[in-house]
C-alpha cells in the first residue's frame, strides 16, 4: 500500500487508502521499520549503479521529459541487481520542470523492460500501451524488444509524441 501510493503522495490515495493504514497501523504494522525495510537496506552495489544510472539522466523535450537507462553490462559490473533499479525511475521527476520521465533497463535475456513515469496529464499508460504494456495514468511499464538502442529510440519517440 505504502509503495503503491508513492507513501500516500499520490492523487489516486484516497480517505479509504489511510483507513486501511491506519488499521494497520492499529493491528502493529510499524511505518518506520517498513520504510527502513525497503528502502535503507541496501547494498554498495545499489548504490553504485544507481549513481551510475542517475550520472546519465537525459532531458528532452525542452526540459518536460528526463530519461535514463541501464544497459546489462551495469549489472554484471557493479554486481548489482535489476530489483536495484527500483523507484530510480522517480528521481527524473524530481527535476523542475519535467512532466514524465522514464528508465528503459536492459534484461539479462536483452529485452529490455522500460518504466514509465508522469506528474502531469501525460496519460503514460497510453504509451505504455503501445508497447504491449500497461498500468495507470502516472505509472506505466512496458517490456520491447531489444536490440537495446532501438528499444530506447521507440521509448523515446513515443514519449516525445504524448508530450506534443
Given at each position: 500500500?505504502?509503495?503503491?501510493?508513492?507513501?500516500?503522495?499520490?492523487?489516486?490515495?484516497?480517505?479509504?487508502?489511510?483507513?486501511?493504514?491506519?488499521?494497520?497501523?492499529?493491528?502493529?504494522?510499524?511505518?518506520?521499520?517498513?520504510?527502513?525495510?525497503l528502502y535503507e537496506q541496501g547494498t554498495l552495489a545499489r548504490v553504485r549503479l544507481a549513481g551510475r544510472v542517475l550520472s546519465r539522466v537525459?532531458?528532452?523535450?525542452?526540459?518536460?521529459?528526463?530519461?535514463?537507462?541501464?544497459?546489462?553490462?551495469?549489472?554484471?559490473?557493479?554486481?548489482?541487481?535489476t530489483s536495484d533499479t527500483e523507484d530510480l525511475v522517480n528521481e527524473g521527476l524530481m527535476i523542475a520542470g519535467t512532466k514524465a520521465a522514464?528508465?528503459?533497463?536492459?534484461?539479462?535475456?536483452?529485452?529490455?523492460?522500460?518504466?514509465?513515469?508522469?506528474?502531469?496529464?501525460?496519460?503514460?499508460?497510453?504509451?505504455?500501451?503501445?508497447?504491449?504494456?500497461?498500468?495507470?495514468?502516472?505509472?506505466?511499464?512496458?517490456?520491447?524488444?531489444?536490440?537495446?538502442?532501438?528499444?530506447?529510440?521507440?521509448?523515446?519517440?513515443?514519449?516525445?509524441?504524448?508530450?506534443?
Amino acid at each position: 500500500m505504502a509503495t503503491d501510493t508513492g507513501w500516500f503522495r499520490f492523487s489516486a490515495t484516497s480517505s479509504e487508502t489511510f483507513r486501511v493504514a491506519g488499521e494497520l497501523v492499529r493491528c502493529g504494522a510499524e511505518p518506520d521499520v517498513i520504510f527502513r525495510e525497503l528502502y535503507e537496506q541496501g547494498t554498495l552495489a545499489r548504490v553504485r549503479l544507481a549513481g551510475r544510472v542517475l550520472s546519465r539522466v537525459t532531458l528532452d523535450c525542452d526540459g518536460k521529459l528526463a530519461y535514463t537507462t541501464v544497459q546489462w553490462s551495469d549489472f554484471e559490473e557493479l554486481g548489482a541487481l535489476t530489483s536495484d533499479t527500483e523507484d530510480l525511475v522517480n528521481e527524473g521527476l524530481m527535476i523542475a520542470g519535467t512532466k514524465a520521465a522514464f528508465i528503459a533497463i536492459e534484461q539479462a535475456n536483452r529485452q529490455v523492460k522500460v518504466s514509465f513515469r508522469s506528474r502531469t496529464d501525460v496519460n503514460v499508460a497510453a504509451v505504455a500501451e503501445q508497447f504491449g504494456g500497461g498500468g495507470h495514468k502516472q505509472a506505466a511499464g512496458a517490456t520491447l524488444p531489444g536490440p537495446f538502442a532501438s528499444a530506447l529510440q521507440k521509448a523515446l519517440d513515443a514519449m516525445r509524441a504524448a508530450l506534443g
